[in-house]
């Protein structure tokens, strides 16, 4: 099993930027791929972004995020970030990262999480 920690969440102004990281330990070679979904109040979980430990491939950010978000990893620390860019009210949520065998935007498809971070995006 895969242990995960994000930090990096908090109260930023509209217009800043974040990066948060994903710690992983623990069976860290039985997972290839890391994502990050987040969740707001009342919301439904929502993929933002993934990528591949090995190769860097990573797919394309969803709409609601495209051009503000970027994903990377740092194999020698096992932690992947998350960018953010140009946060705005509607970024307020719980950040999730997660690890799964497949790259994927499905959640079905991530089978260890992080306890999440919060993230607050004030106008």
């Known amino acids: 099993q895969v242990q995960l920690v994000e930090s990096g969440g908090g109260l930023v102004r509209a217009g800043g930027s974040l990066r948060l990281s994903c710690a992983a330990s623990?069976?860290?070679?039985?997972?290839?791929?890391m994502g990050w979904f987040r969740q707001a109040p009342g919301k439904e979980r929502e993929f933002l972004a993934a990528i591949s430990w090995w190769h860097g491939r990573t797919t394309s950010p969803t709409d609601s995020v495209k051009g503000r978000v970027t994903i990377s990893r740092d194999n020698a620390k096992n932690t992947v970030y998350l960018q953010m860019n140009s946060l705005n009210p509607d970024d307020t949520a719980v950040y999730y990262c997660?690890?799964?065998?497949?790259?994927?935007?499905?959640?079905?498809?991530?089978?260890?999480w992080g306890q999440g971070t919060q993230v607050t995006v004030s106008s």
């Open positions: 623990g069976r860290t070679n039985s997972s290839y791929v």
């Open positions: 997660a690890a799964g065998v497949v790259l994927s935007v499905a959640e079905s498809e991530y089978s260890s």
